[in-house]
């Protein structure tokens, strides 16, 4: 049965994409309108309507070839509309300048030349620059969890646009997103200062937890660490977190784009542990678990509803 919806479904975005090509020719609409008398079909080529006309801020593909070529050119609209999402949210440019980057989906552990070990979590590159004063580590995009080798003469610095974190004898992580910086302490202590606007600083022990920006710095939250770094053992563990952050953080392991389209559903809560190497089943799961449905235009373009 799910097989032959999808079937449907693709259908319905054949005949979407044709008819918002322009007018069709008259053989061709009496064939739509046989098809769209099925059952079933009517419902599905309205959920396609729908779900492309809620992608609002995604200019929609524009299709002038020949009446002739246009059901061959029904997968280029579908891939234009999947090109424009790459590059809005694309973060190619994390990897200029940096001296270790790993994918979406992936990661990776680096030594350090101190000893030092961070682990990389998907889509982040980092900075590295020591001498004989200081250890330090950029993180320009992505998360980062950091096990500090000792050097009492060295302190070991991680910075981001936000702030930086100094460790303590530590292990850590920082988190950089868009332009906020989320701090967590698994061992000893770390002091985070924010950006020189915000005036603030801050010393977290194990256990702890802080988000801050360039210009301030919120309150000082107790967590549970090892949740919030399963990634190190490929698992993204929700304790009634609200669906739109669940998906967020689906799409940081997905190479592709998941899109909540209806904004009733954003605040439904999930529990659930997930493996980060598959965030599609994981999405089916949290798609089945709240009754949900979603449209799929490929694997890469996923629109989830009622």
Request: aromatic fraction near 6%; charged fraction near 25%.
């Amino acid at each position: 049965m799910a097989d032959a919806d999808e079937t449907i479904r693709s259908e319905a975005a054949a005949w979407y994409f044709r008819r918002d090509a322009g007018p069709l020719a008259p053989e061709a609409e009496a064939e739509f309108q046989r098809w769209l008398s099925e059952p079933g079909h009517r419902s599905a080529y309205a959920e396609i309507a729908g779900t492309w006309s809620a992608l609002s801020r995604i200019e929609r593909p524009s299709m002038q070839p020949a009446r002739r070529y246009l059901r061959h050119a029904v997968p280029g609209a579908a891939l234009a509309a999947m090109l424009a999402l790459a590059v809005l949210n694309s973060s190619w440019w994390r990897h200029l300048g940096a001296d270790a980057a790993t994918g979406v989906g992936e990661t990776e552990e680096i030594v350090l030349a101190d000893g030092s070990r961070v682990d990389l979590n998907t889509d982040t590159a980092i900075q590295i620059r020591y001498d004989g004063r200081e250890r330090r580590i950029r993180v320009v995009g992505g998360e980062a969890l950091f096990t500090v080798a000792k050097d009492p003469g060295r302190p070991f610095v991680v910075e981001t646009a936000s702030g930086s974190a100094t460790a303590l004898g530590t292990v850590f992580s920082v988190r950089q997103d868009a332009n906020e910086t989320v701090v967590t302490v698994l061992e000893s202590r770390v002091a985070v200062e924010p950006g020189v606007e915000a005036g603030q600083a801050a010393t977290l022990a194990s256990g702890q937890s802080v988000r801050f920006s360039s210009t301030k710095l919120d309150a000082i939250e107790t967590v549970d660490a090892d949740a919030r770094t399963a990634w190190r053992r490929g698992k993204l563990i929700f304790i009634d977190k609200p669906l739109g952050e669940v998906i967020d953080e689906l799409n940081r392991y997905h190479r592709g784009y998941i899109r909540i389209v209806d904004p009733g559903i954003r605040r439904q809560r999930v529990n659930g542990v997930f493996e980060t190497r598959d965030p599609l089943h994981a999405l089916d799961l949290v798609q089945t678990s709240l009754g949900l449905r979603s449209t799929r235009l490929t694997d890469y373009l996923v629109l989830l509803h009622r």
